[in-house]
């Protein structure tokens, strides 16, 4: 009878220490599935530059397993301020002619202040807006049930303005070499010349190629990192492009 009881209380206690053991395996198994499953970061920061021109889809999937947005501001804050270094002699005679048609004609250290200021914006103005642009970009999305992080969604913008970046960078070098600042990828090239600079301007001028260009990879971006439908995508970037694009013109009145 002892030996039997005894018996038994092996078979138990083997029993328990295979489902134990079952029960380890199978949630490591578990474990290393879900592992396996997270998106793993596979394109360097020059890549990501690359691919958001040619095969965007490509950068934001990437975003989405590690996002970033000190490189793209780098770029961003470099490459703004050369554009406007290299108008830098356009710039100084827009303004001189502003200060003569408001009859007065400030010192040479107050026009070359002015000049600099407008250089210095072009770098920190740039990102400054995108900044501001990609949070809101970002509440918007929540709304329509997305489901990024909020560095992610800065990372997709960051990212997404390389495009309108390149524009800027190319248009600079086109402004000097045909000595004309209010010269534009975009409809406003169509307006007269006492047109240039009024409000029907700044609406013509942000329908630029590149900007264009630049809010299609947005609205992919916002898509493929929220999980939201392009439509819902294309919403959460419009209307704070249609905001930004409104003040601007509203204050060339």
């Known amino acids: 009878m002892n030996d039997n009881e005894t018996r038994n209380e092996e078979i138990v206690e083997e029993t328990e220490f295979k489902s134990v053991d079952t029960d380890e395996v199978t949630e490591n198994e578990i474990l290393d599935e879900f592992v396996e499953e997270l998106p793993q970061r596979e394109l360097s920061s020059t890549s990501r530059f690359i691919n958001t021109f040619i095969e965007p889809s490509k950068t934001m999937k990437d975003i989405i397993a590690k996002p970033t947005i000190l490189f793209p501001i780098i770029v961003i804050f470099m490459v703004a301020t050369f554009s406007a270094i290299i108008t830098i002699d356009l710039t100084r005679e827009i303004m001189i002619q502003s200060f003569i048609d408001s009859g007065q004609m400030p010192s040479e250290s107050i026009i070359n202040m002015s000049v600099y200021s407008v250089i210095g914006f072009a770098g920190l103005g740039t990102i400054l807006v995108t900044l501001v642009s990609g ?25 997404s303005t390389y495009i309108s970046l390149a524009g800027m960078f190319i248009l600079s070098f086109v402004q000097y070499a045909t000595n004309n600042i209010f010269i534009s990828f975009s409809p406003a090239m169509l307006l007269t010349e006492d047109k240039l600079g009024s409000a029907s301007h700044m609406l013509l001028a942000s329908l630029d190629v590149f900007n264009i260009w630049y809010i299609i990879v ?36």
């Open 218 to 253: 947005a609205i992919i971006g916002i898509s493929v990192t929220h999980k939201i439908s392009k439509i819902k995508a294309c919403v959460s970037v419009l209307i704070p492009t249609i905001v930004f694009v409104a003040i601007a013109a509203y204050f060339t009145f």
């Open 135 to 159: 949070i809101i970009i970002h509440g918007l999305s929540l709304l329509v049930q997305g489901r990024a992080t909020l560095k992610t969604t800065l990372s997709v913008i960051f990212h």
